[in-house]
């Protein structure tokens, strides 16, 4: 029982930086652009979110409030990426396929070569602690499973049901849907396209940084070059895995941080298990349920991948 209750514990923290981002690039989605550069906007992300408490952890000074700098610096970083990478997409019409793995790299790279120039070499923080909820906490079982975790743990699952509601219920929401849908169409009605694909963008890059920002702060408490790991490009999966809804998205994040905290657990019961086989894993079950669940693909936004050109009929 304790095997299973740590492998359930484990799952919960492990599916924030997949949850949190995979909800950024629905709503990118939702509006018609796909971003494979997930990637290298949560590894900028990662290295923004924790350069701020080293460079002040280094002067003594208390850094819970840093730790929250990081974040919003995360965020920012990311929104900064998901405008320029709208530029390239949205205004000069690229491929969305080929710039979202120019800014993958670009993202990656940039975030390597700051870490060597300023840090240098692994450095590890404070980073944000554990927030147990009173009470609920010692809870046998579900205790420890759901409410022995940091902030941004609870903030991520808030964020579904909220993401769910301002793409269904909130004006800006239906605007998305609709330029992601039939872009014509909402245009010939008064909505701004490109002006709400550049929205969808900020909205989608900014939690790709805090997702990245996550993995820095809050489970590594270090930064380095391999850190993402390929979570962003899993990110971007789980959208269509999860049919464009917050709920099965979560539910994927889910799945594949269960298989990725199974194969940690093996390794630290020391079970006869080739290793390799442990790592990959994570990666494998997401291609195998990917390869199961498109049945329901037609569901996906009409123009997603689609520029859009007011003067022409694309």
């Given at each position: 029982m304790n095997f299973i209750i740590n492998i359930l514990s484990l799952s919960v923290p492990f599916s924030v930086a997949l949850l949190i981002a995979a909800l950024g690039e629905v709503v990118n989605q939702r509006a018609g652009i796909f971003n494979l550069g997930c990637e290298g906007i949560m590894a900028l992300g990662a290295f923004i979110?924790?350069?701020?408490p080293y460079m002040v952890g280094h002067g003594?000074?208390?850094p819970g409030v840093f730790n929250l700098l990081g974040l919003i610096a995360a965020a920012t970083t990311?929104?900064?990426?998901?405008?320029?990478?709208?530029?390239?997409v949205?205004?000069?019409?690229?491929?969305?396929?080929?710039?979202?793995?120019?800014?993958?790299m670009f993202g990656v790279g940039t975030a390597g070569t700051l870490f060597r120039h300023f840090v240098g070499g692994t450095q590890s923080v404070p980073g944000i602690g554990a927030a147990p909820?009173?009470?609920?906490?010692?809870?046998?079982?579900?205790?420890?499973?759901?409410?022995?975790?940091?902030i941004l743990v609870y903030l991520a699952f808030l964020m579904v049901p909220l993401t769910w509601y301002l793409l269904s219920k909130t004006p800006w929401g239906l605007q998305v849907r609709a330029v992601g849908t039939y872009p014509r169409a909402a245009d010939s009605i008064g909505i701004h396209v490109n002006q709400v694909r550049y929205q969808a963008l900020a909205v989608g890059g900014a939690m790709a940084g805090l997702a990245g920002a996550y993995l820095s702060l809050?489970?590594?408490k270090m930064f380095s070059d391999s850190m993402i790991a390929g979570r962003g490009f899993i990110a971007v999966a789980l959208v269509y895995f999860g049919h464009w809804s917050p709920v099965k998205i979560m539910g994927g994040a889910l799945l594949f941080s269960l298989a990725q905290s199974f194969q940690l657990a093996i390794q630290g019961q020391g079970i006869n298990f080739p290793y390799e086989f442990a790592v990959m894993l994570p990666y494998l079950t997401v291609i195998v349920v990917l390869a199961f669940a498109r049945k329901n693909q037609h569901?996906?936004?009409?123009a997603l991948g689609k520029p859009f050109n007011r003067e022409m009929r694309i």
């Open positions: 979110g924790i350069f701020i003594g000074a208390t990311g929104a900064l990426l998901g405008l320029f990478f709208g530029v390239v949205v205004s000069f019409r690229a491929p969305q396929g080929i710039a979202g793995i120019g800014l993958q909820i009173p009470l609920l906490s010692q809870l046998p079982i579900l205790g420890p499973i759901l409410f022995n975790h940091n809050c489970q590594a569901m996906s936004p009409a």
